[in-house]
Protein backbone atom coordinates (compact mmCIF):
# COMPACT_ATOMS: atom_id res chain seq x y z
CA UNK A 1 0.00 0.00 0.00
CA UNK A 2 1.18 3.54 -0.97
CA UNK A 3 1.45 5.49 2.09
CA UNK A 4 1.03 9.19 1.97
CA UNK A 5 2.65 11.72 4.38
CA UNK A 6 1.15 15.45 4.67
CA UNK A 7 2.67 18.04 6.32
CA UNK A 8 2.58 20.11 8.19
CA UNK A 9 -0.56 18.90 9.94
CA UNK A 10 -1.71 22.25 10.93
CA UNK A 11 -0.71 25.68 9.21
CA UNK A 12 -1.81 28.96 10.56
CA UNK A 13 -1.61 31.68 7.72
CA UNK A 14 -3.26 34.84 7.18
CA UNK A 15 -5.28 36.20 4.11
CA UNK A 16 -2.75 37.48 1.73
CA UNK A 17 -0.33 35.00 2.86
CA UNK A 18 1.02 32.02 1.12
CA UNK A 19 0.48 28.77 1.46
CA UNK A 20 3.08 26.01 1.20
CA UNK A 21 1.60 22.35 1.55
CA UNK A 22 3.79 18.87 1.13
CA UNK A 23 2.71 15.25 0.43
CA UNK A 24 4.91 13.10 -0.30
CA UNK A 25 4.58 9.00 -1.18
CA UNK A 26 6.41 5.99 -0.23
CA UNK A 27 6.49 4.81 -3.72
CA UNK A 28 6.69 6.92 -7.08
CA UNK A 29 2.65 7.50 -7.66
CA UNK A 30 4.47 9.13 -11.25
CA UNK A 31 2.31 12.06 -11.73
CA UNK A 32 -1.01 9.87 -10.40
CA UNK A 33 -1.96 12.58 -7.24
CA UNK A 34 -4.40 14.41 -7.26
CA UNK A 35 -5.31 17.14 -4.43
CA UNK A 36 -8.50 17.82 -2.75
CA UNK A 37 -10.40 20.85 -0.76
CA UNK A 38 -12.63 19.78 1.91
CA UNK A 39 -14.51 22.49 4.32
CA UNK A 40 -16.49 21.87 7.53
CA UNK A 41 -19.63 19.69 7.11
CA UNK A 42 -18.75 19.64 3.13
CA UNK A 43 -17.91 16.74 1.26
CA UNK A 44 -13.89 17.52 -0.71
CA UNK A 45 -14.05 19.49 -4.21
CA UNK A 46 -11.64 18.73 -6.48
CA UNK A 47 -8.51 20.61 -6.81
CA UNK A 48 -5.69 19.34 -8.88
CA UNK A 49 -5.31 16.06 -10.81
CA UNK A 50 -1.98 14.65 -12.28
CA UNK A 51 -0.06 16.42 -10.00
CA UNK A 52 -0.59 19.89 -11.82
CA UNK A 53 -3.67 20.43 -13.85
CA UNK A 54 -5.97 23.00 -11.81
CA UNK A 55 -10.20 21.34 -12.40
CA UNK A 56 -12.69 23.29 -13.62
CA UNK A 57 -13.16 26.59 -12.17
CA UNK A 58 -10.36 25.99 -9.97
CA UNK A 59 -9.19 29.62 -9.23
CA UNK A 60 -5.55 30.29 -10.73
CA UNK A 61 -3.94 30.79 -6.99
CA UNK A 62 -3.91 27.09 -6.81
CA UNK A 63 -1.03 25.60 -8.26
CA UNK A 64 0.39 21.76 -8.18
CA UNK A 65 3.40 20.89 -9.06
CA UNK A 66 5.80 17.68 -8.13
CA UNK A 67 6.31 14.09 -9.80
CA UNK A 68 7.75 10.75 -8.37
CA UNK A 69 7.55 11.01 -4.46
CA UNK A 70 7.03 14.43 -3.65
CA UNK A 71 4.57 17.18 -4.49
CA UNK A 72 3.15 20.64 -3.51
CA UNK A 73 0.40 22.50 -3.49
CA UNK A 74 0.79 26.02 -3.42
CA UNK A 75 -1.85 28.75 -2.57
CA UNK A 76 -0.31 31.90 -3.61
CA UNK A 77 -2.67 34.48 -1.70
CA UNK A 78 -4.88 33.01 0.50
CA UNK A 79 -8.29 34.36 0.47
CA UNK A 80 -10.83 33.75 3.31
CA UNK A 81 -12.43 31.12 1.79
CA UNK A 82 -9.04 28.77 1.20
CA UNK A 83 -9.03 27.96 4.98
CA UNK A 84 -9.71 24.34 4.96
CA UNK A 85 -8.77 21.27 5.19
CA UNK A 86 -6.60 19.65 2.07
CA UNK A 87 -6.00 16.00 0.88
CA UNK A 88 -3.66 14.74 -1.35
CA UNK A 89 -4.90 11.51 -3.12
CA UNK A 90 -2.82 8.94 -5.51
CA UNK A 91 -4.34 6.87 -8.50
CA UNK A 92 -1.03 5.05 -9.09
CA UNK A 93 -1.84 1.82 -7.45
CA UNK A 94 -4.46 -0.06 -6.00
CA UNK A 95 -5.21 0.08 -2.93
CA UNK A 96 -6.42 3.91 -3.58
CA UNK A 97 -4.82 6.28 -0.53
CA UNK A 98 -5.14 9.43 1.06
CA UNK A 99 -2.98 11.86 2.83
CA UNK A 100 -4.02 12.51 6.49
CA UNK A 101 -4.97 15.81 5.27
CA UNK A 102 -3.36 19.47 5.93
CA UNK A 103 -5.60 22.10 7.49
CA UNK A 104 -5.12 25.51 6.66
CA UNK A 105 -6.43 27.80 9.43
CA UNK A 106 -6.33 31.31 10.19
CA UNK B 1 -27.26 20.31 -12.75
CA UNK B 2 -25.05 17.16 -12.00
CA UNK B 3 -25.91 15.56 -8.83
CA UNK B 4 -25.10 12.93 -6.45
CA UNK B 5 -27.25 12.28 -3.63
CA UNK B 6 -27.13 9.68 -0.97
CA UNK B 7 -29.35 8.39 1.20
CA UNK B 8 -30.17 4.90 3.44
CA UNK B 9 -28.05 6.14 6.37
CA UNK B 10 -28.94 5.59 9.75
CA UNK B 11 -28.13 3.67 13.39
CA UNK B 12 -27.46 -0.17 13.34
CA UNK B 13 -25.73 -2.70 16.06
CA UNK B 14 -22.89 -4.07 15.57
CA UNK B 15 -23.26 -7.30 13.22
CA UNK B 16 -25.87 -5.59 11.58
CA UNK B 17 -26.64 -4.80 7.72
CA UNK B 18 -27.22 -1.47 5.95
CA UNK B 19 -27.86 -0.71 1.97
CA UNK B 20 -26.71 3.08 1.05
CA UNK B 21 -27.58 4.23 -2.33
CA UNK B 22 -26.64 7.29 -4.31
CA UNK B 23 -28.84 8.93 -6.87
CA UNK B 24 -27.09 10.35 -9.96
CA UNK B 25 -29.26 12.52 -12.18
CA UNK B 26 -27.50 15.84 -15.03
CA UNK B 27 -24.96 13.40 -17.05
CA UNK B 28 -25.01 9.86 -18.60
CA UNK B 29 -24.64 7.48 -15.67
CA UNK B 30 -23.66 4.63 -17.09
CA UNK B 31 -20.35 6.06 -18.84
CA UNK B 32 -18.48 6.46 -15.82
CA UNK B 33 -17.25 4.42 -12.93
CA UNK B 34 -18.29 5.17 -9.80
CA UNK B 35 -16.75 5.10 -6.23
CA UNK B 36 -17.32 4.68 -2.55
CA UNK B 37 -15.06 6.84 -0.16
CA UNK B 38 -16.08 7.22 3.69
CA UNK B 39 -14.81 9.57 6.48
CA UNK B 40 -14.88 8.48 10.23
CA UNK B 41 -15.83 11.49 12.61
CA UNK B 42 -13.13 13.81 12.93
CA UNK B 43 -10.59 11.71 10.71
CA UNK B 44 -9.66 11.47 6.76
CA UNK B 45 -10.73 10.00 3.85
CA UNK B 46 -10.70 6.35 2.88
CA UNK B 47 -11.38 4.63 -0.18
CA UNK B 48 -14.22 2.00 0.34
CA UNK B 49 -15.25 0.45 -3.38
CA UNK B 50 -15.32 1.23 -7.02
CA UNK B 51 -17.27 -0.50 -9.65
CA UNK B 52 -16.81 -0.06 -13.76
CA UNK B 53 -19.47 1.91 -15.85
CA UNK B 54 -20.83 -1.33 -16.65
CA UNK B 55 -20.74 -3.04 -13.12
CA UNK B 56 -18.66 -6.00 -14.85
CA UNK B 57 -15.49 -5.11 -12.22
CA UNK B 58 -15.40 -3.98 -8.86
CA UNK B 59 -12.58 -3.40 -6.12
CA UNK B 60 -12.96 -2.95 -2.27
CA UNK B 61 -10.62 -1.70 0.33
CA UNK B 62 -9.39 -4.88 2.39
CA UNK B 63 -11.18 -3.23 5.60
CA UNK B 64 -14.52 -3.95 3.84
CA UNK B 65 -13.72 -6.90 1.74
CA UNK B 66 -16.57 -9.60 1.77
CA UNK B 67 -18.76 -7.59 3.88
CA UNK B 68 -19.42 -4.66 1.69
CA UNK B 69 -20.95 -5.21 -2.10
CA UNK B 70 -20.96 -2.43 -4.50
CA UNK B 71 -23.58 -2.83 -7.52
CA UNK B 72 -25.55 -0.16 -10.13
CA UNK B 73 -28.59 -0.16 -11.67
CA UNK B 74 -28.16 2.14 -14.89
CA UNK B 75 -31.38 2.09 -16.02
CA UNK B 76 -32.32 3.87 -12.27
CA UNK B 77 -29.10 5.68 -12.46
CA UNK B 78 -28.49 4.57 -9.15
CA UNK B 79 -25.36 3.47 -7.16
CA UNK B 80 -25.36 1.10 -4.39
CA UNK B 81 -23.49 -0.14 -0.93
CA UNK B 82 -24.94 -3.29 0.69
CA UNK B 83 -23.32 -3.58 3.91
CA UNK B 84 -23.13 -6.48 6.11
CA UNK B 85 -21.83 -6.77 9.41
CA UNK B 86 -21.07 -4.19 10.41
CA UNK B 87 -18.65 -3.03 13.21
CA UNK B 88 -18.03 0.33 14.95
CA UNK B 89 -14.96 1.32 13.05
CA UNK B 90 -17.48 1.49 9.86
CA UNK B 91 -19.08 4.89 11.55
CA UNK B 92 -18.49 7.56 8.68
CA UNK B 93 -19.77 9.79 6.54
CA UNK B 94 -19.88 7.74 2.91
CA UNK B 95 -19.69 9.52 -0.18
CA UNK B 96 -20.51 8.16 -3.62
CA UNK B 97 -17.97 10.06 -6.20
CA UNK B 98 -17.92 9.56 -9.85
CA UNK B 99 -14.84 8.84 -11.78
CA UNK B 100 -13.22 11.68 -14.01
CA UNK B 101 -13.31 9.86 -17.80
CA UNK B 102 -10.63 12.09 -18.71
CA UNK B 103 -7.81 12.00 -15.77
CA UNK B 104 -7.82 9.80 -12.67
CA UNK B 105 -9.79 11.42 -10.08
CA UNK B 106 -12.95 11.72 -8.47
CA UNK B 107 -14.75 14.78 -10.57
CA UNK B 108 -18.03 14.83 -8.67
CA UNK B 109 -19.07 14.23 -4.80
CA UNK B 110 -22.54 13.23 -3.63
CA UNK B 111 -23.29 15.57 -0.07
CA UNK B 112 -22.65 11.69 2.06
CA UNK B 113 -24.98 10.09 4.36
CA UNK B 114 -23.76 9.40 8.00
CA UNK B 115 -23.70 5.71 9.28
CA UNK B 116 -23.75 5.28 12.54
CA UNK B 117 -23.19 1.59 13.67
CA UNK B 118 -23.76 1.47 18.11
CA UNK B 119 -24.95 -0.89 20.37
Known amino acids: EIVLTQSPATLSLSPGERATLSCRAS??????LVWYQQKPGQAPRLLIYDASNRATGIPARFTGSGSGTDFTLTISSLEPEDFAVYYC?????????FGGGTKVEL | ELQLSESGGGLVQPGGSLRLSCAAS????????MSWVRQAPGKGLEWVSV????????YYADSVQGRFTISRDNTKNTLFLQMNSLRGEDTAVYYC????????????WGQGALVTVSS
Open chain 2, 97 to 108: ARQSRTARCWDH
Open chain 1, 27 to 32: QSVTSY
Open chain 1, 89 to 97: HQRSDWPLT
Open chain 2, 51 to 58: ISADGGST
Open chain 2, 26 to 33: GFTFSMYD
